[in-house]
């Protein structure tokens, strides 16, 4: 490896993202287990590589010979891809590095220190409520470590590494919760391990690594979080476009709705963490500031409930006497997860607006402890990582399917005729014809203008779809759910079911069913209360 460097340029900071992953990757389950809370953002070391291969894959699309093209490759990068809160400050702490580099100055302090000062003070600025004890602390004082080390490359970044190192050990003071599990804190850690991954990248040496701390009993604090009360039992993450003066009154909108609440970007884009209660406000939200999309909705019950069946002898990927058949279905909104849990499945969730990741569906397979497992994913976007996940478990599971749903009335539908008394080959096949067999659509509302396969729309004109397709644009939910049902029953149907959103009107489903009845006298409906933010209405035909 090259080095020391003088100076960090295109490709010095090109290794240092694809090293960081490599070291990341490499301390990922130590960090997951580093971690005191069960929930969001339960595992900070995945989240962080998670966030990191966003960076990565920017970066290398970039042009390795252009500095500020790299850095500002990495900081949109980590941008799009931060998940949880970890990643979310991560996101700032690598765009204030790349905002000091890519705009190097003469002054009093090296650039590397600057850069390391403007990353905490944007970590710092994202976070509503910055906690001491933290992956904040330990940035602050890795960049007031720095300015101690000198004047060279070299001596800066190790300064700062030592620093961070100190800071990390005085973590359990900061916080109760870590020192009565005995752990440091796991982003802090994170933050560590790519602090020494400069280091070695500049001076070609390796730095000291962080003492590991084996976590003690964490049972007395299996529900507390990483951030915000538990008073709240969401976290709702999207990335939004939207113009700069609109995020001030979304931060005041969110941070009346619940805590743990960090918004960070700039240019138009923009990353949205909040825990709440009300999912549908939350993006609402969004929706009033800007346009938000790759919307995640996760309830932290669930994360609980997979980390006490995750630990259990029977929910281990790799523990001997797996057996059985389990079925693992993405849902999002507490409805829908409350019809696939009453229906025997493990949930993640997710759904139309939110894509878990391929680790949290492996994490799903393994928490069934079954030797067979048929995963219900719910989504189009969300087949390609339920493929990714039966790949992987493939090693420690004898057989997983991924029965193609890509909607939740898919889902149930399949779910119906799930057998476990037949063979596994049979029942994935009877699962796969039953969610084909069901026609669906869904009711939404645009939120900007647009061409659509069925004409111009409007922010705020009604949307009916047809999976995934738009085929009516409206003014009321009721009069496009009418025209929706017609079309999915024209080639007749015995049983219409509904899926009410978050924002559905009682009064406007009543309506419409009631139509239903009146016109289709021979068909059945079923009216299930889904909780699902983004679509009032998913429709079902069987």
């Known amino acids: 490896m090259p080095g020391p460097l003088d100076v960090l340029d295109a490709a010095a900071v090109r290794r240092w993202?694809?090293?960081?992953?490599?070291?990341?990757?490499?301390?990922?389950?130590?960090?997951?287990?580093?971690?005191?809370?069960?929930v969001p953002d339960g595992d900070t070391g995945t989240n962080l590589v998670l966030t990191m291969e966003s960076v990565v894959e920017a970066v290398r699309a970039a042009d390795p010979s252009d500095l500020g093209a790299v850095l500002k490759a990495m900081a949109h990068g980590a941008l799009m891809g931060a998940r949880g809160n970890s990643g979310v400050i991560l996101s700032q702490l690598l765009r204030g590095i790349a905002e000091v580099l890519g705009s190097p100055r003469h002054g009093e302090l090296p650039d590397l220190c600057r850069a390391l000062e403007r990353a905490a003070d944007l970590g710092y600025a994202a976070v509503a409520e910055p906690v001491e004890g933290t992956v904040l602390s330990v940035a602050r004082a890795a960049a007031d470590a720095a300015t101690r080390g000198g004047v060279t490359l070299s001596g800066v970044a190790r300064?700062?590494?030592?620093?961070?190192?100190?800071?990390?050990?005085?973590?359990?003071?900061?916080?109760?919760?870590?020192?009565?599990?005995?752990v440091v804190d796991a982003g802090g850690r994170g933050l560590c391990v790519l602090l020494d991954t400069l280091v070695r990248v500049i001076t070609g040496e390796s730095a000291g690594a962080p003492p590991a701390v084996v976590p003690r009993d964490r049972s007395g604090i299996?529900?507390?979080?990483?951030?915000?009360?538990?008073?709240?039992?969401?976290?709702?993450?999207?990335?939004?476009?939207?113009?700069?003066?609109?995020?001030?009154?979304?931060?005041?909108?969110?941070?009346?709705?619940?805590?743990?609440?960090?918004?960070?970007?700039?240019?138009?884009?923009?990353?949205?963490?909040?825990?709440?209660?009300?999912?549908?406000?939350?993006?609402?939200?969004?929706?009033?500031?800007?346009?938000?999309?790759?919307i995640t909705v996760t309830r932290f019950a669930d994360q609980i409930a997979g980390e006490r069946a995750a630990s259990a002898p029977t929910a281990s990927?790799?523990?001997?006497?797996?057996?059985?058949?389990?079925?693992?279905?993405?849902?999002?909104?507490?409805?829908?997860?409350?019809?696939?849990?009453?229906?025997?499945?493990?949930?993640?969730?997710?759904?139309?607006?939110?894509?878990?990741?391929?680790?949290?569906?492996?994490?799903?397979?393994?928490?069934?402890?079954?030797?067979?497992?048929?995963?219900?994913?719910?989504?189009?976007?969300?087949?390609?990582?339920?493929?990714?996940?039966?790949?992987?478990?493939?090693?420690?599971?004898?057989?997983?399917?991924?029965?193609?749903?890509?909607?939740?009335?898919?889902?149930?539908?399949?779910?119906?005729?799930?057998?476990?008394?037949?063979?596994?080959?049979?029942?994935?096949?009877?699962?796969?014809?039953?969610?084909?067999?069901?026609?669906?659509?869904?009711?939404?509302?645009?939120?900007?203008?647009?061409?659509?396969?069925?004409?111009?729309?409007r922010a705020g004109d009604v949307l009916g779809l047809?999976?995934?397709?738009?085929?009516?644009?409206?003014?009321?939910?009721?009069?496009?759910?009418?025209?929706?049902?017609?079309?999915?029953?024209?080639s007749g149907g015995e049983l219409v079911t509904v899926i009410t959103g978050a924002d559905a009107s009682a009064d406007s489903v009543e309506e419409m069913v009631s139509r239903?009845?009146?016109?289709?006298?021979?068909?059945?409906?079923?009216?299930?209360?889904?909780?699902?933010?983004?679509?009032?209405?998913?429709?079902?035909?069987?």
């Not at 699902?532 to 079902?540: A, F, K, R, S």
């Open 17 to 38: 993202c694809e090293a960081g992953l490599h070291d990341l990757t490499t301390c990922r389950e130590e960090i997951d287990d580093l971690n005191v809370y069960p």
């Open 222 to 294: 299996v529900v507390a979080r990483e951030a915000g009360s538990a008073e709240f039992g969401y976290e709702v993450q999207y990335l939004l476009d939207a113009d700069d003066t609109a995020v001030g009154g979304l931060k005041t909108r969110l941070a009346a709705l619940g805590d743990s609440l960090v918004v960070v970007g700039g240019d138009g884009l923009w990353n949205v963490h909040v825990h709440v209660n009300d999912v549908g406000a939350a993006v609402e939200a969004g929706v009033e500031a800007g346009r938000p999309h790759r």
């Open 317 to 457: 990927a790799d523990a001997p006497g797996r057996a059985g058949r389990g079925v693992v279905a993405v849902a999002a909104g507490p409805g829908l997860v409350d019809l696939f849990v009453s229906a025997g499945a493990t949930v993640v969730t997710g759904g139309p607006s939110a894509n878990p990741s391929t680790r949290e569906i492996l994490d799903a397979i393994a928490a069934t402890g079954a030797r067979e497992v048929l995963v219900l994913p719910n989504d189009g976007n969300v087949v390609g990582a339920a493929r990714q996940a039966a790949d992987s478990a493939a090693t420690t599971v004898a057989e997983v399917h991924v029965v193609p749903s890509r909607s939740p009335v898919q889902g149930l539908a399949a779910l119906a005729v799930h057998d476990p008394a037949r063979t596994f080959a049979d029942d994935a096949i009877a699962m796969t014809d039953a969610a084909r067999a069901t026609r669906w659509g869904e009711v939404t509302t645009a939120v900007r203008d647009a061409q659509t396969t069925a004409g111009q729309c």
């Open 516 to 542: 239903v009845r009146r016109d289709h006298p021979v068909v059945d409906v079923e009216v299930h209360d889904g909780g699902q933010p983004h679509y009032p209405l998913i429709l079902g035909v069987e």
């Open 159 to 182: 300064a700062a590494a030592d620093g961070a190192r100190v800071a990390l050990a005085r973590t359990p003071d900061q916080l109760p919760a870590l020192a009565q599990a005995g």
């Open 466 to 490: 047809v999976e995934g397709d738009v085929v009516i644009v409206g003014a009321e939910v009721v009069e496009v759910a009418d025209a929706l049902l017609d079309r999915l029953l024209a």
